[in-house]
């Protein structure tokens, strides 16, 4: 099956999810939501969301990313009152015009979408092992646990363990779920409807799943 030209040129691709290669170039739909749904970001007042203390954290920390990861764009982005919605570009190559789009996964659509968690958990390892446990025995187990350097789990975690760290500063509660939601956007008209899904998001908070109604 070929593929539309997006932004130059694309190649539509054959891989599975399961085995997806999530450090490869493309563009990422990325939901990360707070532990047990907790509001700590703020509120939505007139349908505009307000940013707590936390929330504008959690704002400044995701347009940070690309400081850490020079190879990492970002696009439509947005802090709801127990979440966070954005769309991350990898581009190792550093040219846009050439980053690659993935054809393999479907995305709904609209306010209608369906998470897909991703494979690697995002919460740090336990640390009580054995002392009797040999070191590359270790490093092997953490190796099989540990997300791709570069991928898109390396990124969120990094993202997510700063939030962390700073927030606990004045907010010793503040947890995350300990995965994230992701999408591989298939093509052009893909991302301009999640696009637009961000931005709106405020406005449709009302029928957002993760509104716990406590706002």
């Known amino acids: ?9 694309y190649r539509v691709d054959s891989a599975r999810m399961k085995n997806y ?4 170039n493309g563009a990422y739909f990325v939901t990360i939501v707070t532990e047990n749904r907790e509001n700590y970001f703020g509120e939505i007042i ?24 020079p190879f990492v764009k970002l696009d439509a982005f947005v802090v709801m009152p127990n979440h966070v919605h954005g769309i991350i570009w990898i581009d190792n190559d550093g040219n846009n015009n050439d980053v690659r789009i993935d054809d393999d996964a479907r995305i709904d659509n609209g306010t209608r979408r ?14 009580n092992t054995s002392s009797t446990t040999p070191n590359n025995q270790k490093n092997e187990k953490m190796a099989k646990i540990s ?5 898109l789990a390396t990124i969120i975690r990094s993202y997510k363990s700063a939030v962390t760290k ?11 779920q300990p995965r994230f939601h992701d999408h591989i956007i298939r093509d052009e008209t893909s991302l301009n409807k999640i696009r637009k899904y961000i931005i709106l998001n405020p406005e449709l908070w009302d029928r957002d799943r993760n509104n716990n109604g406590d706002w």
């Open 1 to 9: 099956m070929s593929g539309k030209k997006f932004r130059g040129k």
């Open 166 to 176: 700073k927030s606990r500063e004045k907010f010793p509660y503040f947890a995350w």
């Open 46 to 69: 007139d349908k505009k969301m307000q940013l707590s203390e936390m929330g504008e954290i959690a704002e400044k920390f995701w347009h940070e990313i690309p400081q850490h990861f």
């Open 114 to 127: 369906r998470d897909v968690a991703c494979n690697v958990s995002t919460t740090t390892s336990n640390t």
């Open 21 to 24: 290669d999530y450090s490869r």
């Open 147 to 151: 997300p791709k350097r570069g991928s």
